[in-house]
């Protein structure tokens, strides 16, 4: 679906995209991560086709996105980051107003149900709440039935449930088929949807896989915190790392074995008759884990 090679994009003496590659699959949701100015906007418009690169080769659809007949563009939907709706018009005519705009559109009815607004159809678009807008904007994206979906951000201002409708939602064009490239500051929202994620820093794809094979990368250690009557411990052998919060009294251990740490420490209790109590095991979130590889990208840059 998407083929972009080498891709380069400079403002002026800048570089912000870096020769990048991109390969995304039919059927899948693609993510794209990396911190503020990482060049995320940039190599997306140059897949839309809303910006040409400076060097390198993009496929989408077949076509190459810049010079693509206007057919290729009914193929693709785009929910951009910043949709400012402004309309005297309800959410059902608004959605009406741009379904003239395609040759096969999806249904008003069937549209407004999808992203859950068919409660509000006859309200007028300008009364809407923030997060019923963004709504809005994916019933717009939406309508041409597209085969490749760009997403931006696409739950900002959304309350715990109507994000989850709207995974509900991408879940179900994945489902029929439809590839997303999504972007997302969210790491929850990532790891709920994507099938593959690249991390870009400084223009250039630091890292690239499953959620799963950037975890097990990256092998972070489990904590392991307790409370306990004693101001000293003797060293585990499955412990990293010791440490005590000095407000809390509660101990940690890191560790990348859990379970075996947990067996060492009740082993400990009963032998020394230590009172080991409300033990909790926290592992590592996908947010700690791209913090860290954000953090060997600085380092990998810096020595570049
Ligand atoms: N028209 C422009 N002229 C000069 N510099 C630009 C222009 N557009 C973007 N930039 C710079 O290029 C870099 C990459 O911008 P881009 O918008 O692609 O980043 P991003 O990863 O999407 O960031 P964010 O997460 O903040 O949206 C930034 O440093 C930005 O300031």
Redesign the pocket.
Known sequence: MVRAQQVVVA??A?T?VDHVDVTVAGGEVWALL??????????IECLEGFRKPDQGQVEVLGRDPWRAPPGWRALIGALL?DCRIDADLSAAEYVQMHRTYYRNPRAVDDLLTLVGLAHVADRKVHRLSGGERRRLDLAIALIGQPALFFLDEPTTGFDPQARREVWRVIRDLTATGTTVVL?S?MLDEVEALADRVAI?VGGRVRREGTVAHLRATANLPSVVSFAASTDTLPSLPSVVSTSRNAATGRWQLHTRSPHDTVRELETLASGHDLAVVDVTVRSPTFEDVYLDLLDDGDKEASRA
């Open positions: 403002y002026g800048t912000v990396g911190p503020n100015g990482a060049g995320k906007t940039t190599l980051q972007t500051h870009l």
